[in-house]
């Protein structure tokens, strides 16, 4: 069979030959396909990343900025307190430069602290109205009114509260540091321009000093740290305790100097029925020109007297002895009869001695006259030299007049118990506490009048100022009025 020529002949060096059935389009590149998708995979992750770390800047900047702006905003607050403290309490005042002088305000009388004490002992001191702080004055030199000083207290104090929350408030206002009277000094002359009217400001001085133990009590305890309620009750309880106990003290101090005034009076009736029992039963001298006898009388029968005794100076006469005339009578003036108003006679043991003779008191004779007594005749005495008459006695004193002697010795046995001040509020009174509190715990009124009439006009306006303005500021009570200045 023959061979087709249009099929050329199979050679070994020719090709193998095409399948029919296979896909005759080119062979795909499996490996690159791979590499592509690889490559956009990691690049949308890529992506994905950064859109993350961009989100993540943008809240990180907004943190930091805010951050900032927070601390910015306290250093700015800060270093604006600090610039402001050290220009207020240590900087120098700028109003230094343009302080008043004499040569601008000649109408300002109280330039030094010496002039106004030497104003303190003029007349016109005595006279003059310049309220409750007569040393400050405006710039014509007049008074500064009511409204203002209290403008001016109410000021000091937040002045003083400021030092103690800054922890520089002192013991005293003399051991103030210098920053701190600067402090205080720039603010109470910047809002009140009148306490420059002083050299060295020593107006501020003196009424800080006058008026800084009083709101350090109020305030402050012993370390210098603000008072709680519970140790400011603590101590109104004590301080009531403490006036409790004196009132106990000066009660039975009354007592007891009321005690001794009263027993003399007691004391002095039996003495007065002894003595007259004694007189009823004395006989009179011998040979008598008509005897008489006189009967004895208890000391029952007699009425108690009431009436304060009357003592009398009475002369007593030396008599002649009846049965021997060659004794010539003489006359001697005793002493005053004693307070018991006993009629006293001598015991004549023989006649003839001269029987000395002493006039009854008026007293007695009256009592035994109401105890229906027989009082024997004085014997008839006619002496060579003639006798002054006495002048007449007085009566028996009245009911009223023996009150009145009794209320004067109860007063001169009180004035010697230990003072007690009325709940006045006024300088006398301030002083009279501060007295009796500081310088003499157990004093007199009496003691106590000739202390307050030895002080001066000055010291006197003292106390007075300084209780118009206890007052004025609700702070008088039993602890600032008993620990102040003794003046």
């Not at 408030?169 to 809002?191: F, I, Y």
């Not at 005034?261 to 009736?269: D, G, L, N, R």
């Not at 009846?322 to 006993?342: F, Q, W, Y």
Request: hydrophobic share 30%; glycine share 4%; with cysteine.
């Amino acid at each position: 069979m023959g061979r087709d020529s249009s099929y050329p002949a199979h050679s070994p060096l020719s090709g193998p030959l095409p399948d029919p059935f296979a896909d005759s389009a080119p062979p795909r590149y499996q490996f690159q396909q791979g590499a592509y998708m690889q490559d956009s995979l990691q690049i949308q992750a890529l992506l994905e990343r950064y859109r993350a770390l961009e989100l993540r800047e943008v809240q990180l900047s907004m943190e930091r900025d805010t951050i900032k702006a927070m601390f910015e905003r306290l250093v700015s607050s800060i270093r604006s307190d600090l610039l402001q403290s050290d220009s207020t309490i240590i900087g120098p005042s700028s109003a230094d430069s343009t302080r008043p002088t004499r040569q601008l305000y000649p109408g300002i009388s109280f330039w030094t602290q010496d002039n106004y004490m030497e104003w303190l002992e003029t007349a016109s001191s005595r006279t003059a109205d310049r309220g409750k702080l007569p040393y400050l004055e405006d710039a014509d030199g007049a008074p500064v009114p009511e409204t203002t000083i209290k403008a001016i207290s109410k000021l000091l104090r937040g002045g003083w509260s400021e030092l103690l929350s800054r922890k520089m408030a002192p013991q005293s206002w003399g051991k103030v540091s210098a920053s701190g009277r600067q402090l205080v000094h720039s603010l109470m002359e910047g809002t009140f321009p009148l306490f420059k009217f002083a050299d060295n400001g020593w107006k501020l001085d003196y009424l800080a000093t006058s008026s800084y133990p009083s709101w350090r009590r109020n305030n402050l305890d012993s370390d210098n740290n603000h008072k709680s309620r519970d140790s400011i009750k603590k101590e109104e309880e004590e301080a009531n305790d403490d006036n409790d106990d004196d009132d106990t003290t000066d009660e039975q101090t009354s007592k007891k100097c009321r005690h001794p005034t009263m027993s003399p009076v007691e004391s002095k009736v039996p003495s007065k029925k002894t003595k007259v029992d004694s007189f009823a039963q004395l006989a009179p001298p011998s040979a008598p020109p008509s005897p008489t006898h006189t009967p004895s009388v208890s000391t029952a029968s007699l009425p108690a007297l009431d009436t304060p005794v009357v003592s009398t100076k009475m002369p007593s006469v030396e008599l002649e002895s009846v049965t021997d005339p060659e004794i010539t009578p003489s006359v001697s003036d005793l002493g005053p009869v004693n307070t018991d108003n006993a009629v006293s006679i001598a015991d004549t043991s023989t006649v003839h001695k001269p029987v000395r003779v002493t006039l009854p008191n008026p007293l007695s004779v009256h009592s035994l006259a109401a105890a229906n007594v027989d009082i024997p005749p004085s014997p008839q005495v006619t002496p060579d030299h003639p006798l002054e008459t006495p002048g007449p006695i007085d009566p028996l004193l009245d009911d009223s007049t023996s009150l009145i002697i009794k209320k004067e010795k109860m007063s001169k046995a009180g004035s010697k118990c230990k003072m007690r001040p009325s709940p006045t509020k006024n300088g006398r009174n301030l002083c009279a506490h501060r007295w009796l509190k500081q310088m003499n715990t157990t004093g007199s009124m009496d003691e106590f009048c000739i202390y307050y009439n030895s002080l001066s006009q000055g010291q006197h306006k003292e106390y007075d100022d300084e209780a118009s303005k206890l007052i004025a500021e609700g702070n008088w009570n039993k602890t600032t009025i008993v620990a102040g200045k003794i003046y």
